[in-house]
């Protein structure tokens, strides 16, 4: 049998078989990672596949049509059996030389069992044999490569597909190759530039130490010498502001240091260059601040301005100028201060005769001679500062009242013309005192800060002169309104409340640094006192003539102003009444005097007065007890009208009369 044909062999993993080889049922075409068999013919690039298991010979990827070789050379698992025993099985003794194991068997039960351990399909053995030799020769007769063939045929795309991905590698690492030749070449020359840029920056460092030693030499000296074409244009052509100032400060600066070389005798041919340059710009410059300082000075005369806000505006704000022009050109500044002068002693005049009229205007209580103590038919009136258009307001003219309120009041505005012109009410005469006076301090006190800070180059004198010239008619008009108001008017108490707001006006010139304006202060003073006395000496002499008309008269005459009824009666007198409430407002007004003013005297000589009258009114009693009963009443009542007064020449007043009740009152 073709059987026995293995015996023959020594090992039968390396006999061919005529079987067809097979693998047993239970080993699947993929149980080992090691494949026997690679064909020796299968292209290498099936090698580059990731290991796919079509690049094996078709006999290893066919497991229906497998050979019994390749079931013997298969790999065994645990479960499969060994193919050796197999083999052993077909064999008999003759393979392994153990024949004593197999003698037991007859060769029918071998064959047996070896057609029962291998699995034909659900074939017999002889079917099997049969369906093998048909499919043999088909298979010998195939070419070994056709699969091959046929795979490649499939995979072609893939292959095309990495021809194209390399040759475009290729292309892309050549333009590389090219880019690295480029900049290799590249990086050469910008290293030959880097050299050469080394060697001018040694070369520009050398000459830069050497430039700034140069400078440090002739820096100063060329911009002492030198201007700035800007401040050359600003000068010439821009408007007058504070960068023209500025430009014009350097223009004076280059100056000062040109004049300063000529006359140290360094003069150099850059300072001859430039100094006919910077005398033609001093010669323009001068000329545009001639020109600005006349059209503000010309402004004001314009109708309703505000000299005030064109003095902060228009000049002050460019005060370095016409210092520039009065140091360049004298005679043209001390012409420009001249106009100025001119112009502003007509605008202040103007002004302050427009506001007296004003004043004028207002209706004011007017004392007359016979309103003195003692006279009985004095005729109460009041009138205009204007005209002697007469009145009824009623007015007393020993009583201070609310008259003081005007020395505390904190206005510092002073009462503008038209409120004075549609004011009709009535007012004393410190209302028109004060009004004007105030105003005037003012805007004498805007000036002198002015005058002093625009021309502060100059002296004070010539500062004071100035000021003098501008305000002499408006102080003028001060005087003349001050007599307009006090010469027909009778009225002490009102006197002496111009003097004390005169003295305020003095304390707050002072507080502002305005001394210019002393001299009219001392100058209404000398108008004020005077009349203040001569008013004083007027109630002096009323007493003292009705103290002479009582000599050979009746107690009960009508001088006694006492009833008919009783006209012996130790009640106060009515004078003595008006005499201790114009003495207790004389007082109120005089807190703080110093016993040098004329007040003291005054005072003085009224009191004497009053005390001979009340003297000679008691000798009209025939007892003597009423006669001192009368004294002191009337003393008690001066007494106590002036109690609330306070200051030096009050106590002294409170003490004599208090003195003269104790003298009166311990005779009884």
């Given at each position: ?26 080993l ?15 292209s290498?690039l ?42 052993r ?94 900049f ?23 000459r ?20 700035a ?33 000529t006359?140290?005798?360094?003069d ?28 503000q000075?010309k ?114 505005h ?12 009535t ?11 105030l105003a ?118 009508a ?13 106060p ?13 004389i ?50 009542l ?21 003195q ?9």
């Amino acid at each position: 049998m073709w059987l026995n044909r293995y015996s023959g062999h020594s090992s039968p993993a390396t006999s061919a078989s005529p079987l067809p080889q097979r693998r047993p049922s239970h080993l699947g075409p993929n149980s080992s990672p090691n494949r026997p068999g690679l064909s020796p013919r299968a292209s290498t690039l099936s090698l580059l596949t990731n290991g796919s298991s079509d690049s094996l010979p078709r006999e290893a990827r066919q497991p229906n049509a497998s050979s019994l070789r390749n079931q013997l050379d298969a790999p065994t698992t645990d479960a499969s059996p060994d193919p050796v025993d197999v083999l052993r099985d077909i064999l008999g003794p003759s393979f392994a030389g153990n024949a004593q194991e197999d003698d037991t068997r007859s060769e029918s039960q071998q064959r047996q069992e070896l057609i029962d351990q291998i699995d034909f399909g659900q074939l017999s053995l002889q079917e099997f044999v049969d369906t093998q030799s048909v499919t043999a020769p088909a298979q010998q007769d195939e070419p070994e490569d056709s699969q091959s063939f046929q795979e490649y045929e499939k995979e072609k795309s893939k292959f095309e597909d990495l021809h194209q991905s390399i040759s475009a590698c290729d292309e892309v690492l050549k333009s590389v190759e090219t880019y690295l030749h480029s900049f290799q070449a590249d990086l050469a020359a910008v290293s030959a530039e880097i050299e050469t840029l080394q060697q001018r920056s040694a070369s520009l460092n050398t000459r830069l130490e050497s430039r700034k030693d140069v400078e440090k030499l002739l820096g100063p000296e060329v911009d002492s010498l030198s201007i700035a074409p800007a401040t050359v244009r600003k000068i010439t052509d821009g408007p007058i502001d504070d960068a023209w100032i500025k430009a014009l400060a350097e223009l004076e600066k280059r100056a000062k240091i040109i004049d300063l070389k000529t006359k140290s005798g360094a003069d150099s041919k850059g300072v001859s260059d430039l100094r006919p340059l910077i005398g033609n710009l001093k010669d323009k410059a001068t000329e545009r601040v001639r020109d600005h300082v006349v059209t503000q000075i010309k402004a004001l005369r314009a109708p309703a301005v505000n000299a005030q806000v064109l003095q902060r505006n228009a000049f002050l704000r460019y005060k370095d100028a016409f210092a520039f022009l009065s140091r360049d050109q004298p005679q043209l500044g001390e012409e420009i201060s001249k106009a100025y002068i001119n112009t502003m002693r007509w605008y202040y005049l103007h002004h302050f005769t427009r506001y007296k009229s004003s004043i004028e205007k207002l209706r004011i209580h007017v004392i007359e001679r016979t309103e003195a103590l003692a006279n009985d038919d004095a005729t109460k009136r009041t009138g205009m500062l204007g005209g002697s258009k007469p009145a009824t307001a009623p007015h007393d003219a020993f009583s201070l009242g609310r008259r003081m309120d005007i020395l505390r009041s904190t206005a510092t505005h002073a009462m503008t013309s038209s409120v004075a012109e549609e004011d009709r009410s009535t007012h004393y005469l410190e209302v028109p005192f004060r009004a004007f006076n105030l105003a005037l301090v003012d805007n004498a006190s805007a000036e002198f800060s002015f005058l002093t800070e625009f021309f502060a180059k100059q002296s004070f004198h010539a500062v004071n002169r100035m000021f003098t010239e501008i305000f002499e008619p408006t102080l003028a008009l001060g005087y003349a309104l001050t007599k307009q108001l006090i010469d027909p008017n009778a009225d002490a108490l009102g006197v002496l409340i111009c003097v004390r707001l005169n003295q305020h006006f003095a304390f707050e010139l002072q507080r502002r640094k305005v001394p210019s304006l002393e001299g009219y202060i001392f100058g209404t003073g000398m108008l004020l006192w005077p009349r203040f006395q001569i008013v004083m000496d007027m109630h002096c002499e009323s007493l003292r003539r009705h103290t002479t008309a009582l000599a050979g008269k009746p107690v009960g005459s009508a001088l006694s102003l006492t009833s008919s009824a009783n006209p012996q009666s130790i009640a106060p007198h009515p004078i003595t009444q008006q005499f201790a409430i114009f003495t207790q407002g004389i007082l109120a007004l005089s807190g703080e005097a110093g016993d040098d003013e004329p007040v003291h005297n005054s005072l003085g000589r009224l009191r004497n007065d009053f005390e001979a009258f009340l003297l000679k009114m008691s000798k009209g009693f025939a007892e003597v007890k009423k006669r001192e009963r009368f004294l002191v009443n009337n003393y008690s009542l001066v007494s106590a009208i002036v109690a609330d007064t306070t200051g030096k020449l009050a106590e002294e007043v409170k003490g004599h009369f208090a003195q003269k009740c104790a003298e009166y009152s311990g005779q009884k």
